[in-house]
């Protein structure tokens, strides 16, 4: 795993898009893995931005998101389609029959899952992964549990994540306690992972994550049996790891 800790907020999230746009420049037909939560606005902010100056191009680009709240719409303000309409996808030349974000309302959930795990492997399979955390260890929405599951399935959010994601809802009541998220699997399969992490808040999970044993408790700290991980995070976030640990780590000024 390769952390790299930048000053602030901005410079993690430029850090992230310019990799994102090296893929693209590099292969422009690339199958993004994207996510959505609060950390990954300002890679969206700055990839549109590039796109903008023409310095990156999501025309022949491909992207499946991590995971949708269950019940909501595409079009309900607090899903995740509309999420990455709204923060992104409307924003650059990306087209949108090429962005999958699992549906919420499929009527039969179960095949849903299974047809978005088999576009994928269609697809040729995610070129780059961008994840956040949650301050529980969980990726997309596979939460501390005694078992993780390989597949995209449907899930129960804990209690943490229900509170965590509240402050996007005008009240708890009203945030789905179930969602469809890629699964493990999924995830690793990817060829590279980005994972960022911003804020205090996050210190103590990032420092699990990086430095502690492997546990289905963390489910983020799957990925340290990954190859191609890179942590970018800012000086908040990384406020809690050691020296001693035996991961890679890169100051940026
Ligand atoms: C949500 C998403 C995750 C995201 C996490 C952290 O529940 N399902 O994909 O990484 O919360 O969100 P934030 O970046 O807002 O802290």
Same mark, same amino acid.
């Given at each position: 795993?390769?952390?790299?800790?930048?000053?602030?907020?901005?410079?993690?999230?430029?850090?992230?898009?310019?990799?994102?746009? #090296?893929?693209?420049?590099?292969?422009?037909?690339?199958?993004? &893995?994207?996510?959505?939560?609060?950390?990954?606005?300002?890679?969206?902010? !700055?990839?549109?931005?590039?796109?903008?100056? !023409?310095?990156?191009?999501?025309?022949?680009?491909?992207?499946?998101?991590?995971?949708?709240? #269950? &019940?909501? *719409? +595409?079009? /309900?303000?607090?899903?995740?389609?509309?999420?990455?309409?709204?923060?992104?996808?409307?924003?650059?030349?990306?087209?949108?029959?090429?962005? /999958?974000?699992?549906?919420?309302?499929?009527?039969?959930?179960? *095949?849903?899952?299974?047809?978005?795990?088999?576009?994928? !492997?269609?697809?040729?399979?995610?070129?780059?992964?961008?994840?956040?955390? +949650?301050?529980? +260890?969980?990726? +997309?929405?596979?939460?501390?549990?005694?078992?993780?599951?390989?597949?995209? /399935?449907?899930?129960?959010?804990?209690?943490?994540?229900?509170?965590?994601?509240?402050?996007?809802?005008?009240?708890?009541? !009203?945030?789905?306690?179930?969602?469809?998220?890629?699964?493990?699997?999924?995830?690793?399969?990817?060829?590279?992972?980005?994972?960022?992490?911003? &804020?205090?808040?996050?210190?103590?999970?990032i420092a699990k994550l990086v430095e502690d044993k492997i546990s289905t408790r963390v489910p983020a700290s799957m990925l340290q049996v990954h190859q191609n991980v890179l942590v970018i995070?800012?000086?908040a976030a990384a406020s809690l790891l050691k020296n001693s640990s035996n991961n890679e780590i890169e100051y940026v000024k």
């Open positions: 795993m390769k952390v790299i800790v930048a000053p602030n907020y901005e410079e993690m999230s430029k850090i992230a898009a310019k990799e994102i746009a #090296k893929l693209l420049y590099v292969k422009p037909n690339a199958v993004l &893995g994207l996510a959505t939560g609060s950390t990954p606005e300002g890679v969206y902010r !700055e990839l549109i931005e590039l796109n903008k100056a !023409e310095r990156v191009d999501f025309s022949k680009a491909t992207s499946f998101n991590l995971d949708e709240y #269950k &019940g909501l *719409k +595409g079009d /309900h303000p607090q899903s995740y389609r509309y999420f990455m309409n709204s923060k992104l996808f409307n924003h650059v030349n990306i087209d949108k029959n090429k962005t /999958h974000v699992p549906s919420g309302v499929a009527e039969n959930i179960e *095949k849903e899952c299974k047809e978005y795990d088999e576009s994928i !492997e269609k697809a040729g399979g995610i070129d780059l992964q961008l994840l956040g955390i +949650g301050t529980n +260890g969980h990726i +997309g929405f596979n939460e501390p549990s005694d078992f993780l599951n390989l597949n995209t /399935h449907e899930t129960d959010l804990t209690e943490d994540t229900i509170k965590a994601n509240s402050r996007f809802f005008d009240s708890i009541d !009203e945030v789905p306690t179930r969602a469809i998220t890629m699964g493990l699997g999924s995830i690793m399969k990817a060829d590279k992972i980005i994972l960022l992490a911003s &804020g205090e808040k996050k210190a103590d999970i995070v800012d000086n």
